[in-house]
């Protein structure tokens, strides 16, 4: 059996690109189960995806906790300890999706490809990036071109996707599948672990309910929760078009917008997820959105 863990951004299509991994699977002739995992639903927020597939009939539920392949839609996931993507992998194939090189070391193979770039350049967008990440798990598992574009097409037309975008998506992946290598997956070291870990058993204390209150106990959910590091586009405000008129400051989802002692909105980068929203709001076309740019 081999353990595709997919890590990306609430928005990207990570989910997406994991069915169609596990559809190509299913075409060349494997067992194959894909699910999602969410975690709080908030475009930018990190999402995680789990594929397993195997020859035989596959037994195993639940979360992958020791990968053979890791692949990150979004470089700055590599980094974050809620996404942690790196957990339990042990010498396989990790690939990122980035512009730049990551300065990581560790055992096993890292391929690179600016599937973002790729997206902007076929797409015209940098979400959505479903069709060439899933394009290069496919082609890293060492799946047919055909089959691999045959699975974009069925899960792009499953969810509704128009037929001249599919086309574009199809472009997106052949050109990601021909830029990575393809690796044999029954000679990477993690192959013979299991999945099985052994949490222990946990004793919850049982409070009286009048004493109950609701808390925050995951730094994921506090405000030293820094969400600048979602963003894949960043808004910029032409403050010489601002009216000061306050829509994006009541549209932003994340609060991430103030209006300064000039009367004019202002964005803190520390909070804004690059959702695109106040961008879209703007009657003055006041803000546009450009790519990020990460260091790594
Ligand atoms: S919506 Fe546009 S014009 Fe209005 S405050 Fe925001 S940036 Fe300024
Ligand atoms: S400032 Fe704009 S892009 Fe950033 S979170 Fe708020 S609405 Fe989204």
Redesign the pocket.
Known sequence: MYRFRFHGRGGQGIKTASRIFGTAAFLEGFNAQDFPMYGPERRGAPVAAYVRISREPIVSRGYINNPDVVIVGDETLLFDPIADPLRGFGGGVLFVNTPSTPRIELDGHVVTLDITGLALEYIGRTSAISAGVGAVASKIAGFTKSNTLDAVAMELEEIGVPGELIDKNLKLAEVSYDSVPSFDLESLPSIERSDFVDMGVVQVRLDDGYIGVATIANLGNTAIRKTGNWRILKPI?DMD?????????AYCPDVS?YMGDDG??HINYDYCKGCLI?SS????K??TMVREVKTL
């Open positions: 405000i078009k601002c009216t000061g008129c306050k829509i994006c400051f917008i004019k909105a106040c709001v703007c009657p003055f006041a803000i």
